[in-house]
């Protein structure tokens, strides 16, 4: 008998009959519709799947071709150089064919200082005076002093200058020999204004240095110099030659009474020696008439005779001029040095013991104490706020109120003040008198506060390092500092040295004798500084030195690699000599690199064609049925000829618009009008250079392009330019006219032909107010003499071009005799920014922007969803169907079990009831 519990079974069923089969089986044709929805289900999944391969097959497509999307990967030109050790190169698609000549007078090179003295190993000390010692360098203007503590040894002084943050570009190395190492200094960059130059405490025997510091000083600008021990009179012409390009000046040595008299000259070849000034570098004893005011006291008259002479000087890059009258004595020259500089920066005071003025610079960058921040504190004793009204009143809580001021790296004492002097406009100190408030100022290097009247408050420092300031006997405020000489440690009130600004100078011109900076040599050979003692081999840094094509002129360069010499072209120079650097086409590259676009192309139509084919020979017998004749739960697609993809409307529209790219005109190209038409393009179409697409349907190749080689080579050989602009042009303007160069097509132009309509004046001049572009009123900047199309609305918006300023031929060029400005885009930047729309995913539910497949792929997606709800409500009835069908078959089955029952109960009667009669 069955039973039920917790669910409907069916166990030695009274009938013998098998329902559960039975219920399965009327489940399997009950099933029927959820088997339909899942068989649908997964043909919409297998489309989505073959979008995807679409997908991946445009993404690999669009990756491969971006190899390809620039002139200079598309389009390579190899440079052939006949000396090697010489000069080598290599070419950009903008450059043409040719051969260029370069000879190389002289490479660039780096500063490099190498000691003189082998150590015995890297532990070896290099300070044993006992106390603390000092190594200062400068490179490119940046000095830096390093602390060298009693017993440092070689490695430790090496780390020291590697390690440090302020490092402006050194590197120092120990360099090993045959019995030890020799310390060694270089500048990491090459070029002549990179100059370096090193010097150290007396304590550092082994470090010392006899170079000086040459200053040179023309047109209020400043150059530095360093010359070294053992330099010569020419070479010292040299190495000032090595950077005319950015003194302005040319140095050589002329014959004059029987010396070699340094002379400058302009770049028009205008002599003007009296203009440039000179200091240091150990020209003092070579100077016209040096020592010739040796004794002469302040009171002396400067001239004897013949005034007015010019006495000028040049500081921190402006020239200042006096003129001398021969009524004029030194201490009135002095007078006159000391009014030139404002706030006092620049002092001079005459020595008579060598003859010339000695100058004292009063502006320097502050340093902390601690090589931290630069903080300056001050607490206010009394200080004044306005109120409602703008009245200044007592501020109750300002007595020792505290005020800090932090100070960025490289500030100066100006900027202390400056710092200082904010403060005080929201806190107005004050003492008895509030209305004349206090400031600060420089004076002379002195950080300085006055009253508005002028009175200077004095100072007085606590032992605990505090300043007070004080009105009289009234404090105004205390104040305490990290910063050297300011510091609370010091005391406030002195001169900041000129030893603390080494790379402040004055360069003086002159000629008056004895003061003028006129400078002459025995001979050309003659050394400028002759020192035995000097303990540095040394090579200074210079420019590279070149001329091209054979021409006189010659060129300089900081480095050995030459990025703008010749446009299109980078020239690595070796070493001194001549060479010829061949540029020639790579036409074979060339047509490699477009049989790899072709077949990059070819592989994404391949695929296209893969999931889209009709398979007319395929054989199929439409839907089968079981042996009942009930049709199986298969796919169509299984007895269809076609694809999954076949006949897809999104894919038929990828199809044409990338057959529209392969087969169409390039967007901004224009065919040539005639075979005398030079400005236009000779080939816009693929067609026309050989490629074109397979139109033969019994072709397994049909739909994919294929090349005319032969073709090719004639197009390559008539315009090679032309042949990769019409694959990889990238938004390349051009025009067809000669009254206008495109200067830019700024980045939100569009690909095509544009109209460019203006006026000439009768003068050749042009109308400025006429432009237009594109049918825009193009905006005129004068300043860099360009047209701008400013409409955003414009296709053309962003697009800038030029006019020469005279010289064009009189007419209105508008309507019909209108230039035309052009815009290209290559195949291969068209096909990559299609692919990017055909890409281009449904974001955060917008599905406006979306390419057709991606929007495809989301409605299949959304059509997949709502069958897996069907699917899902169709399991939920076939789940109560069965429970329904358990619960009538058990009934059923509990019936025939009762009706058995009674039946062998009959049965059993009638056999005793025969039984009995018998």
């Known amino acids: 008998m069955s039973s039920i519990s917790g669910g409907i079974t069916f166990q030695g069923l009274g009938s013998g009959t098998d329902f559960a089969s039975m219920i399965e089986s009327l489940k399997q044709v009950e099933s029927m519709q959820k088997s339909r929805m899942e068989i649908w289900k997964a043909e919409w999944q297998l489309r989505i799947d073959a979008f995807q391969e679409i997908t991946t097959a445009m993404t690999e497509a669009k990756t491969a071709l971006a190899e390809f999307n620039t002139m200079n990967k598309m389009l390579k030109r190899n440079v052939a150089s006949s000396d090697e050790k010489v000069a080598t190169a290599t070419a950009d698609s903008t450059i043409d064919q040719g051969l260029y000549s370069i000879d190389v007078k002289q490479l660039a090179t780096s500063a490099i200082y190498s000691n003189k003295t082998t150590f015995t190993g890297k532990d070896a000390k290099i300070n044993t005076s006992g106390t603390d010692q000092t190594f200062s ?64 405490s007396d304590g550092l025997t082994a470090f010392k240095s006899a170079d000086q510091i040459l200053t040179l000083a023309y047109n209020g600008k400043e150059s530095t110099f360093s010359v070294t021990n053992g330099m010569t009179a020419e070479g010292l012409v040299d190495l000032i030659n090595n950077r005319t390009g950015s003194t302005g000046v040319t140095a050589k040595l002329e014959e004059s009474n029987g010396k070699q008299t340094l002379k400058f000259y302009d770049a028009t070849g205008i002599e003007v020696t009296d203009k440039v000034g000179l200091s240091g570098g150990g020209l003092d004893a070579f100077i016209n008439g040096a020592g010739a005011l040796k004794g002469k006291q302040l009171g002396d008259k400067v001239l004897s005779s013949g005034g007015p002479q010019k006495y000028s000087f040049t500081y921190e890059g402006k020239e200042y001029s006096i003129d001398v009258t021969d009524t004029m004595t030194f201490q009135d020259l002095q007078d006159e040095i000391n009014k030139q500089v404002p706030n006092g920066e620049l002092t001079a005071e005459w020595n008579s013991t060598t003859g010339k003025f000695d100058f004292t610079s009063h502006k320097r960058t502050l340093e902390s104490t601690n090589g931290g921040s630069l903080n300056f504190s001050f607490r206010v004793g009394t200080a004044y706020k306005k109120n409602d009204s703008g009245d200044w009143v007592k501020d109750p809580d300002s007595t020792n109120k505290l005020e800090s001021l932090s100070l960025s790296e490289g500030a100066t004492l100006d900027d202390l003040v400056d710092a200082f002097n904010k403060a005080a406009t929201a806190d107005k100190f004050a003492s008895a008198n509030v209305s004349p408030g206090y400031t600060a100022s420089n004076e002379n290097g002195v950080f300085t506060v006055k009253r508005a009247d002028g009175t200077v408050l004095t100072t007085e420092t606590l032992p605990d390092g505090t300043v007070r300031y004080m009105d009289g006997n009234t404090v105004v405020f205390e104040t305490n500092s990290n910063i050297k000489g300011l510091a609370s440690s010091s005391s406030l009130g002195q001169p900041i040295p000129n030893s603390d600004t080494p790379n402040v100078s004055v360069a003086v011109s002159s000629d008056i004798e004895g003061l003028g900076t006129t400078v002459s040599f025995a001979a050309a050979d003659e050394k400028i500084i002759n020192d035995p003692s000097d303990n540095w081999y040394s090579q200074q840094a210079q420019d590279a030195r070149f001329s091209l094509n054979g021409w006189s002129q010659e060129f300089t360069s900081s480095s050995n690699t030459l ?24 036409k074979e590259q060339l047509k490699e690199n477009i049989q790899e676009v072709v077949e990059t192309i070819n592989t994404l139509l391949m695929k296209i064609k893969e999931l889209t084919k009709y398979d007319e020979d395929k054989d199929v017998e439409g839907p089968s049925t079981t042996d009942n004749g009930v049709l199986n739960m298969e796919s169509q697609l299984t007895w269809q000829k076609g694809s999954a993809l076949t006949g897809n409307y999104g894919v038929q529209l990828l199809q044409s618009r990338l057959k529209n790219i392969t087969s169409g005109r390039g967007l901004g190209f224009v065919p040539q009008e005639s075979s005398n038409d030079t400005l236009n393009d000779l080939f816009s179409s693929l067609s026309q250079i050989g490629i074109k697409t397979i139109t033969d349907e019994s072709d397994p190749n049909f739909g994919l392009l294929e090349i005319d080689e032969e073709k090719l080579d004639e197009a390559i050989e008539k315009d090679i330019r032309n042949v990769a602009e019409l694959f990889s042009a990238d938004m390349l303007g051009d025009s067809n006219s000669e009254n206008f160069t495109v200067v830019s097509t700024g980045t939100r132009a569009k690909a095509g032909s544009y109209k460019v309509e203006y006026k000439v004046n009768d003068d050749g001049t042009l109308d400025t107010t006429s432009v237009k572009i594109n049918g825009a009123a193009a905006s005129y900047d004068s300043s860099s003499g360009t047209f701008t199309v400013g409409d955003m609305n414009n296709a053309a918006v962003g697009v800038s071009i030029t006019f020469p300023t005279d010289g064009l031929t009189p007419g209105d060029y508008s309507g019909a005799d209108a230039d035309i400005l052009t815009i290209k885009d290559g195949k291969v930047n068209q096909m990559i920014d299609q692919l990017a729309d055909e890409l281009r995913p449904v974001a955060n539910g917008s599905k406006e922007s979306a390419g057709a497949i991606p929007l495809l792929i989301d409605n299949y997606k959304t059509v997949i969803q709502n069958i897996d709800k069907k699917i899902e409500r169709e399991e939920a009835r076939l789940v109560t169907w069965e429970k329904r069908m358990k619960a009538k078959f058990a009934r059923l089955d509990t019936l025939l079990s009762e009706m058995n029952n009674t039946m062998q109960a009959n049965a059993s009667a009638l056999a005793q009831l025969s039984s009995g009669s018998s």
Do not use: H
Not at 175 to 182: A, C, L, M, Q, R
Not at 581 to 586: A, E, F, H, S, T
């Open 563 to 586: 990025t703008d010499v010749v446009e299109g072209m980078t020239i690595t120079l070796k070493s001194k000599g001549e060479t010829n650097l061949n540029v020639v086409d790579d």
């Open 137 to 200: 360098y400068t490179y490119k203007g940046v000095t830096r002093t390093i602390d060298v503590s009693p017993n440092m040894t070689l490695e430790q002084f090496t780390k020291k200058i590697n390690n440090d943050p302020k490092n402006p570009g050194v590197k120092a190395s120990m360099i090993k020999n045959g019995s030890g190492y020799v310390f060694q200094i270089q500048g990491k960059d090459t070029g002549a204004e990179n100059t370096l130059s090193i010097s150290a």
